[in-house]
């Protein structure tokens, strides 16, 4: 018999949002006259029809697949140059921000990379996460070895935790101690939360100081309409010695069930091999790529260039606008009727403390079978979590208001 990866058994018992699929769909087998009118809000899954611009270009390449003249294959496992440069054009250069196409690796998603990007990384590093966080940081972690085992409050031996709470606005503070990898995310899933350039000139301060290598999840950069607010955190001087940033078209673009997105590793960025010799990140990842990895498919990654045209530019901003708009009633709804909320400027989650007396699964039950939301348990994103909850804004503009109307009700 094959023995197995015995670090899956220290995951616990299911990842956050299948068990809230689980409890919906068993309340919806308990009461069918009310399944129809459920609105879920908890998975930031997006809802409106892509860009216009990303359809028409994937029709495009669909009938290039259909001539061999205009044919395509494997294609470049780092991505299609076209795309690469086109993000280091529009997303990087004309902000002021050095990167070029060839420090640029198109994927098929953040979740993955953020995940992924642990092949390349020694088992003994001390590895630093906020609390709370996307789930996805942490299980990938335990996966690989990284932990010890589950605490009672769910937390994991062998991590640093940070704690993000309301009276450091969810932004986490500078660990005493020496961290090898940072987990860091902003705009923040799930709390919303963004960091100012003087924070994140902090981190990468203390990364250099460190030698210490910070892991950028900016999925969310696109919903940044504050000027002040840094979108890449190769914005900061020195970054491009400390970081790797993840960035994703799931929510830019509305790609989360056509899936594309990209990692960026400066050349300069240097890691330790066991006799303490420099080695260079980009050329590990790339040699990951080209054994795991086949690249994103021609179609997706002609659809995602056209999220970079003038067109698509405005296309996109349309959506990303839309979005905010939902953000923007839901915190008001939550505020009307006295609670206390963050996020959903900036940011497409509002998170939520739960009124006095209620824990985060409780509330989310309460507000399951009572008003018929789902919303995402803080709980769920870490220990810290407790005593919040997260509403997306990625729905229907309607099922918003409805959703605001049934919050005034509960409450």
Not at 180 to 197: E, K, S
Request: proline residues 5%.
């Amino acid at each position: 018999m094959a023995n197995i990866n015995h670090h899956f058994l220290k995951l616990q018992s299911g990842y956050l949002f299948p068990e809230i699929g689980r409890r919906v769909a068993a309340f919806a087998a308990a009461h069918p006259e009310k399944a129809p009118h459920i609105i879920r809000c908890g998975i930031g899954d997006v809802t409106e029809p892509l860009p216009q611009v990303a359809i028409d270009a994937m029709h495009r390449a669909v009938d290039d697949q259909s001539r061999r003249e205009t044919f395509h294959g494997y294609g470049p496992e780092q991505g299609y140059a076209w795309l690469r440069e086109a993000i280091a054009e529009v997303s990087y250069r004309q902000r002021g921000i050095e990167v070029e196409a060839d420090e640029i690796f198109v994927s098929d998603g953040a979740k993955c990379d953020t995940g992924n990007i642990l092949d390349i990384f020694a088992h003994n590093n001390s590895i630093a996460i906020p609390d709370p966080v996307y789930p996805v940081y942490v299980d990938t972690n335990v996966m690989a070895g990284n932990t010890g085992c589950v605490r009672p409050d769910g937390s994991y031996e062998g991590l640093v935790y940070l704690p993000c709470t309301p009276e450091n606005d969810f932004v986490p503070r500078i660990p005493a101690q020496h961290t090898d990898l940072i987990y860091l995310c902003f705009p923040n899933n799930p709390t919303g939360a963004v960091a100012t350039y003087e924070q994140l000139k902090e981190w990468v301060d203390y990364a250099l100081a460190n030698d210490s290598i910070l892991l950028y999840d900016g999925a969310y950069e696109a919903f940044i309409t504050d000027e002040g607010i840094p979108s890449s955190i190769y914005a900061v001087p020195g970054a491009r010695q400390c970081a790797i940033e993840f960035r994703s078209f799931s929510k830019q673009g509305g790609f989360t069930g056509v899936r594309c997105g990209y990692v960026v590793i400066p050349k300069e960025l240097m890691g330790r091999d066991a006799a303490g010799n420099q080695v260079s990140v980009s050329s590990l990842w790339k040699r990951r790529t080209g054994t795991k990895f086949n690249g994103a498919s021609y179609i997706v990654q002609r659809g995602a260039a056209a999220l970079f045209t003038a067109e698509g530019q405005e296309q996109t901003r349309a959506l990303i606008d839309y979005y905010l708009g939902n953000a923007a009633l839901l915190r008001s709804a939550c505020m009307s009727v006295g609670l206390r909320v963050w996020g959903g400027v900036n940011a497409p989650y509002i998170w939520v403390q739960t009124p006095a007396g209620w824990n985060s699964w409780d509330f989310f039950d309460k507000m399951l079978r009572e008003v018929l939301v789902v919303v995402t348990p803080g709980a769920g994103f870490g220990a810290h979590g407790e005593g919040f909850f997260r509403i997306s804004a990625f729905n229907s503009r309607s099922n918003v208001e409805e959703v605001c109307r049934r919050i005034k009700r509960l409450l």
